[in-house]
């Protein structure tokens, strides 16, 4: 079993920057692939990074590439998001997802946090 919260939602212009960051429960937080969805209103929810237990592979949905950067702090028993360059469409609620086993970029994980509210304004 494994609990997630995120931090690190908030209101940030467009253009600006924010870092969103998910702790985990759990003594085998490093066996698991993590991932960052959203969902906007009226919207399907959407991976939008994710990170293999090791770190050493990542995922970033097209509309985010080279403006986010997901990343892991096994140690920690946390996982982060890095975004830069927001944009109006980023906003959205942010949930941290937890799987066992391999990095997926579909909706395929098992654990999820309760969100994080990001808004751009213009």
């Known amino acids: 079993q494994v609990q997630l919260v995120e931090s690190g939602g908030g209101l940030v212009q467009a253009g600006g920057s924010l870092r969103l960051s998910c702790a985990a429960s759990?003594?085998?937080?490093?066996?698991?692939?993590m991932a960052w969805f959203r969902q906007a209103p009226g919207k399907v929810r959407e991976v939008v990074a994710a990170i293999s237990w090791s770190g050493g592979s990542t995922y970033y949905t097209d509309s985010v590439k080279g403006r986010f950067t997901i990343s892991r702090d096994n140690a920690k028993n946390s996982v982060y998001l890095q975004m830069n360059s927001l944009k109006l469409e980023d906003t959205a609620v942010y949930y941290c997802?937890?799987?066992?086993?391999?990095?997926?970029?579909?909706?395929?994980?098992?654990?999820w946090g309760q969100g994080t509210q990001v808004t751009v304004s213009s």
């Open positions: 759990g003594r085998t937080f490093s066996s698991y692939a």
């Open positions: 997802a937890a799987r066992r086993g391999y990095l997926s970029k579909f909706n395929e994980y098992d654990y």
